[in-house]
């Protein structure tokens, strides 16, 4: 299906949802001040897979949004690795910048190069550096992700990342997926990479409703039942105090007492006395 224009606004619409997918991530962690189930070898696992990514977008002459998505992953997902070297490793801020700068240099430096290099291949009709481009992409995204479904299996709970984060990452992959439809050849790999992801990213949305969002559930469940049961007690004590009030309180026909009735009640009583003593 040869539509440029779909193809360029589902791809930017990919780019936009990649540039922004980490920064709820920063943001949470920056606020925790730790980064606690958040694993460190994801984030360099993804700034690894955005060199091989890169380059077989580029050399592949995707649209422009789809051959900048692979420089934001990588960019995002080292500054989330400092992070995690920041606040849990307990690195200062200079050896962070330091490391990271150096990292991202090399696999700029690496990544250029290897645009130019395979550019020569495929002028030829040699396809498969791309194809191994493509593969070790699909490998360091699926282990990064991998990686975390560990941490799930270990611990029973889906801690130390941004659901949100998870959810817009997941709307990069399927955007970016339909958006390949849209290209003048369907490219299979560039399918199984985003798709891969994506399937991966549904799975720990999965993981997180049994393990966080139903327990959640069955407490607030349980705690409204209880606070129920609480309200039907003091009701039921109130209706009983009630009951009690009532059964004490004097008839109805001495409430209706007039004057004259109780005079009447003196002189009847005055009578008898009378007649008693007589």
């Not at 200079?94 to 645009?115: D, P």
């Not at 699926?142 to 990452?169: A, E």
């Not at 409703?209 to 129920?228: A, I, S």
């Amino acid at each position: 299906m040869d539509s440029p224009v779909a193809a360029n606004v589902l791809g930017t619409a990919g780019a936009v949802c990649w540039s922004i997918q980490l920064i709820p991530q920063i943001w949470i962690n920056y606020r925790r001040h730790h980064t606690t189930g958040l694993q460190p070898s994801m984030m360099l696992l993804w700034a690894f897979a955005g060199v091989p990514l890169g380059i077989y977008n580029v050399v592949s002459g995707f649209n422009i949004a789809l051959q900048i998505q692979p420089q934001i992953l990588t960019f995002l997902s080292l500054v989330t690795w400092a992070q995690c070297h920041y606040y849990s490793s307990k690195w200062d801020l200079k050896k962070c910048l330091g490391v990271t700068s150096a990292i991202g240099i090399t696999l700029g430096g690496l990544e250029t190069g290897l645009i130019f290099a395979l550019r020569i291949p495929k002028r030829n009709g040699l396809q498969w550096p791309l194809t191994l481009m493509a593969v070790l992409s699909a490998v360091f995204l699926s282990l990064g992700v991998l990686r975390h479904y560990w941490d799930i299996y270990t611990h029973k709970t889906v801690r130390g990342i941004s659901f949100l984060f998870v959810f817009i990452d997941a709307l990069g992959d399927l955007t970016s997926l339909v958006s390949i439809f849209f290209e003048r050849h369907l490219d299979v790999l560039g399918m199984v990479i985003y798709g891969s992801e994506l399937i991966l990213w549904i799975g720990v949305m999965a993981c997180g409703g049994w393990f966080n969002l139903k327990p959640w559930v069955e407490r607030w469940l349980r705690k409204k039942r209880e606070e129920d049961s609480q309200m039907a007690m003091g009701s039921d004590e109130v209706q009983r105090h009630n009951a009690i009030t009532e059964h004490n309180m004097p008839s109805s026909t001495s409430v209706f007492r007039t004057p004259s009735s109780e005079d009447n009640v003196v002189v009847r009583r005055g009578a008898r006395t009378s007649e008693i003593e007589v």
